[in-house]
Structures are given as structure tokens and as C-alpha cells.
């Protein structure tokens, strides 16, 4: 195969990838449930009852050897599954049944519609009737009042889509409540009572412990006293089935499904300590007063849920980005009715065309455009722009922002899930939702983990029994190697790291949508970018017209004419400059868009073509006198559009020429790009002579000019080829395919939706600077994630020996296995310290 049919493949594949990228745009949340409904159905499901790596990983299994099932990944910070099947193969619920048969739960999912059509109790009663005859549905209430309908659905059951077509077929209307900020203050309660129930239990596991432990550091002073016995049995006791019971029923799960995990452990040690002690309370004629290790399997029990408890705490901070986020949603709106008079209505409710009025310090309610008054907005939780930015008619405002000193009225543009709030909270949670590729390998590493951990503690005890020491040191040696053994450290080092991560720079205006685009960002050693609103501003303005009969204003007219309703930069800077000439236009026919070459349309009745030399070449005609003209204009960094006339007499009749600033901080850009040894290139379909005044302005390494759009796929995967780690930099259409091929696209701010689809990152900010912070703060995470990786396997390397060779108490070792996860967790949360150094 040549290389070229081996790149035209590649191009192919990479364009492949991106559309297959942009039908999963279209994902829905549904409670805690997201559906995607295309070809290769996908589904994030929460779970319930993992407690360390080796969960995640068994459940991965169990999932990854189903018929139908595609990939799988069981994020354990997060606490769901994403996992992409074929419906025609294995439905959900058979997916939601595969993992309760694991041993873990998948809990139902509180789903609400807003019902039209209802006018009284026999109309709630038959929709009633309809929703709970669905299989799947464990409960359905209809308020005819409020017209909402309230369901349970069980793991696997209907989706949302299902439950609007049977409310549908009965003859009423119905659409999902959007309450996302609500359903987070539920979730949050719900975490509250959680974290109280945990801290009454640990509170007595502590008290009850207490009096057992005293004693062996009284030991340890010289000072020997002890409960009785049988007091110390029963304190013991009601502990290790009291307090401990949370660890019993996911222990017995994993028995079951012959893997293991961190419970595994647990129950295992404590009980050994447990057991032993009760055996010579019960056989020994003083109840085996000395002997007794009440305290080791007490304490153990307390630490580790002390542990639990503070890395449930923790844990609950790495989501704060999205926590915030959910928070600029304001509850209300006002809306300005036919009649001119203004009305509150619930944010949700605010529909694309309304009138929304912003008053002076209120958060602005929808994604709209100014119809009146002018005001700053403070869009820093948004874009991570600090200063606040001003906006007049005719611009548009971001919901979420935060209206300043003006009082100001918006039509609303887009709302609800289309809206660019919900757009960057559904992108955070695609992202913490995700898996690097360095997870792959801790999951295989603590598939094994817990087994291999057994498999030590059958070793210390047998080596220690024939050592001569005893069946009891043996088994106390052998607790200490169950209990400091810890997957959880493991399974929670890289997920905790990329909320945070991910979080971290949502704050900072950068959106990264995916773990791997996150891990590969900082390898990358070439940075591509786009020239025309990359590096430029991308409003370019009319410097020169020339005409090759003298009549210059003719040739803007009829160029304006033709591109009339076109979004191209070049095209409004033409009609801008016609409109500042009070210039009156014609109405283009035939127009046709003609990609990386320019255009054709009649105008008049005059068949044009407007568009680079490619366009005219390929119409052989001969730029003549003109090229010494459009040659200067070029030097000086304009890009030069030809105006021609096809027919009886196809001839050229002028040249226009625009230019397009250089951003403030392009510059400074390209410049902390070479001090991190990143080699810059700029890729455009611009002419040469322009493209060059840039790039020698901004010390670019390498400029590539007069590349089609179609080509520019092509020129990624030639530098992929050369062995280079490449991002490609671009906020076009055009753009786009580029995007995806390169190893991470990164997409401008006020850029098309197409590239930021396609991109693995998303600045909010049209700021070249950016991109360098991008960088960085995927070098940190990843820096962190080695950091928790580092530490937790060395922890483990460390304590194992030490606890096999006996020289750890079950207790200290206990208390080591509680700090182990939360000292990963408290390590990622550091990555919130980061800033942006733009």
C-alpha cells in the first residue's frame, strides 16, 4: 500500500470517528441514568455497593463477557458504569440484572413529566394506569393539579423516550421536567443523611471500642488492666456485627461471584482476630484473659469506617465543579407577555422566541440576544474570564452570567438541554464519567489484587506456625497482612484525579471532554493551529478594492450581492464595507459555495465567481496586470479574494483585499509553547504570502498555506506519521475533520458547535494563551495521577512485607489501610490549588 492510499484511509477513519463522535451529542440524562439512542446504544448507570477497585473491576467482567456488550468502564469515584451495547443482542435490564447478580445494586430512577391534555381525576387515573401497566415501572403518580407524573423505574427499564410514547398513545402530551439543579439538592440530602448515619455509627463503633483499646496502650506504659472477659466479647461482638455489618453483605457478594474485595478483607482479618479470641474465652479456664485480641478486631472495624467516612467526604468535593455549575441556574424568569406586562415564571418554563427582562445583579436566566439596553455581564464561572465583558445590542448573553449595573432585555435563543450551561455540565460529566488508559492497567493489577493478598496471609500464617511462634502469633501476623492491604487507594487514584482534574479547568474556561484527551494533551510536543479566528481575530475588514475598469465600486456591489446571507468571515467583512457605502445590492441567484476555493452565483443576470487563484485557475483565467497588485496586498497580510465574470466573455474584474488583526495574545501564546519544547505550525487555506506575514510575526516554526479543507485531515495525520503527538488548534466547520484526526483537537471559544463537537478540548475563551494552560493542567493531573498510583502501590509494597514479617499490630495496620484512600483522595482534591497563567 502506498502512502498515500494509507493516509487517504486514515482521513477516512478519523471522519468516521468524528461523526460517530457527534450522534453521541445527542445523550439524554434521565435521573441518574443517561441513554444514548443510536446504532450502538449507550447507557451510564449508576451503582450501588462497590467499595475498591477490585469491584469496579469485577463488574467490568461480568459486563465485558456478555453477548452484545461492546465496552464497558465502572468508574468508582463516580459510582456508575458506562457501557456501550447492541439492544438487538442484550437489553438494559438484562445489564442492570448482570450486575445485582454480581453481588451490587443499581438503584431505580426517579423520572418526571410535565402532562398536557388533562382536564380532570379520570384523565390522571387512565395515565396512571397506562405508566404503571409498563414493565419496568415500579410506581406512577399523576397530579392533576400540578400535571406532573412522578415514576420509579427500575434498573433497566423504560426509557424517558418510552414513557412520553405511552403517555402519547393515550391521548395527552407530555415532556421531561429539566430540574437538574433540584435533582443535585436531592441527591446532596440524601448524601447528608448518608454521611450522619455514618457518623453515628462510627461514633459508636469508637465508644464501644474504646475500652478495649485503652488497655494496650496502658499496656504499652507499663500499666496492665483489662476488662473482663466476657465484657470485652460482648463490646467486641456487637461491633464486629454492629458496626461492621456494612462490610459483611458486599463481602458475601464477592464470595459468591469468586472474586474479592477490600470487604473480603476486612471480613476476613477481623474475623480471624475475632474468632480466635472468642475460642479461648470459651475454652480456656480464665477465659483467655492474655490471649484475647477483642481490641484488634474492634479497632480495625472503627478505623477503617473512620476512613470511610472522611473518604465519602471527600469524595463528595470532587464534584464541586459541576456543583457550581448547577448552581448559576437561576429558579426564575421574567418573562414580557403580548400585553407588555411582565410575569414570573419558572426558569424551565422560558421557551426560544420569549422576552426575558434582566435586572442590574440577577443571573441571566437563558442563552439569548440583546434586544435593548447594554450592560457587563460576569461570566467567570463560565469561561473563566475574570473581567467582567460588555455587551450591547444585537450581542449575545450566556445564562448563567451574571448581569452588572444595566438593565437589559433578551430573547431567548436557546433553553434547557440545548442551552451552553448544560452543554459544559453535560460535557464535565461525560469527562469524569470516562476512564483513562492508564486505569486499564490498575483494573487488570486489582483484579488480582485481593486473591494475591489472600494467597500472602495463607503464607504468613503457615510460615509463621512452623516458625514457632504459634497457631495464635501466626494468625495475629496474618490479620495484620489482610487488614493493611488496601485496592481501594489503587481504584480511586486516577477517577478522583480527573474530577478534580476536569473541575479544575471548567473553573478556568477550559472544557475537556474525555479522560484520554485529558492524558494525551500532555504529551503533545506539535500544536497546529488554524490561522483566521485562531490566531487572527477572525473579523476581517475591507482594506482595498480594485477594479480593472476604474469602477471599484462596482466590483464591492456585485461581490456583496453574491455572498448576501452568508456566515463566512470575508463575506461580512464585504457586506459590512457595502452597508458603510450606503451600497444598493442585488438579490444573488444560483448561489453555490465552493469549499477551500470560494463561491458562484448570478447576480444581475451575470454569472461570478469570487474566491482565491486556485478558483480562477481551475477557470483559466489569467490574473494579468493584476497579480503585481494583489501580490503587494498579500505582503502586507491580507488575503486577496478575486472577482471574476463567466460566460460569452469570462474575464477577471477585480480584486479585494481584507486583512484580520493578530490577537493580543497570540504572540505570547506561540512563545510559552516553545518553552515548553512544543514546536508550533500553522495550517490555513489562505494564501502563502499572507499566511507567511503572520507566521513571521508570531515566530511560528512551520506555515502551511493554501491548504484545502479537505487536505487538511490529511497534513494531521502526516505529522502523526512523522512521530509527532499533535493538537490541532481551529474553531471552523472546516476545521473539523482536522480536529478529529489530530491526537487532541482543541477548540476555540465562539467557535461552531461541528468543531466543538469534534474536539477532545474546548477553551471558552477565544484566547490563544489558552492553550498552554490547557496543556499544563492536563500535565498536572497526570503528574497527580502518577503521584496516587505512585503512592498507593508503594504502600502496599512496603506494608505488606512488614506486616507478613510481624512487625505490624492488626491495629496500626488497620488505622495505615483507613489513611491509604483518603490520603489519595485529599491528594487529587490538591489539583484545586491550580490557576491558569493567563
Known sequence: ????????????ATTEKMKKQNQTENDRREGALYVNPVAEDRIVMPIRGMTCASCSARIETVL???????VANVNLASEQADISFDSEKVSRADLAAAIVKAGYSVPARKVELSISGMTCASCSNRIEKVLNALEGVDSAVVNLSTERATMEVAPGGPRVVDLIGAVVKAGYGAKVVEDNEARFAEEDA????????????????????????????GHLAGVDFALPPLAQFLLATIVQFGAGARFYRPAWAAVRAFTGNMDVLVVMGTMAAWGLSVWYVFTKPDGGAGHLYFEASAAVITLILFGKYLEARAKRGTTGAIRALMRLRPDTARLIGADGVEVEVPASQVTSGDIVVIRPGERVAVDGVIIQGMSSFDESLLTGESVPVSRNVGETVTGGAINGDGLVKVRATTVGADSSLSKIIKLIQNAQASKAPVQHLVDRISAIFVPAVIVIAMGTFAGWTYGGIGIEGAIINAVAVLVIACPCALGLATPTAIMVGTGTAARHGIL????ESLEIAHHVDTVVFDKTGT???????????????????NVLRIAASAQQGSEHPLAKAILARAKDDNLTLSAPEDFKALGGRGLQARVDGRALIIGNRRLMKDNALDPGAQEAQAAALENKGNTVMW??????????????????????????AIDRLKKRGVKSVMLTGDNARAAKVVGDALEIDRVLAEVLPEDKAREIVRLKDGGATVAMVGDGVNDAPALAAADVGIAMGGGTDVAMHAAGVTLMRSRPALIADALDISGATYKKIRQNLFWAFIYNVIALPLAASGLLNPVVAGAAMAMSSVSVVSSSLMLKRWKAKL
Do not use: C, W
Open 643 to 668: 472577482v471574476a465574470e463567466l460566460g460569452d466573455n469570462p474575464r477577471i474584474l477585480g480584486i479585494i483585499a481584507a486583512g484580520d488583526a493578530i490577537k493580543d495574545d497570540a504572540a505570547h
Open 512 to 515: 475537556i471532554k474525555d479522560a
Open 190 to 217: 440524601e448524601a447528608a443523611a448518608r454521611a450522619r448515619r455514618d457518623l453515628y455509627v462510627l461514633s459508636a463503633s469508637a465508644l464501644l471500642s474504646l475500652p478495649l483499646v485503652v488497655p494496650m496502650f
Open 1 to 12: 500500500m502506498s502512502h498515500s492510499q494509507a493516509t487517504t484511509e486514515k482521513t477516512q
Open 535 to 553: 490566531l487572527t481575530m477572525g473579523r476581517p475588514t475591507i482594506s482595498d478594492v480594485v477594479s480593472v475598469d476604474g469602477d471599484a465600486e
Open 64 to 70: 465485558g463477557k456478555m453477548d452484545g456488550v461492546g
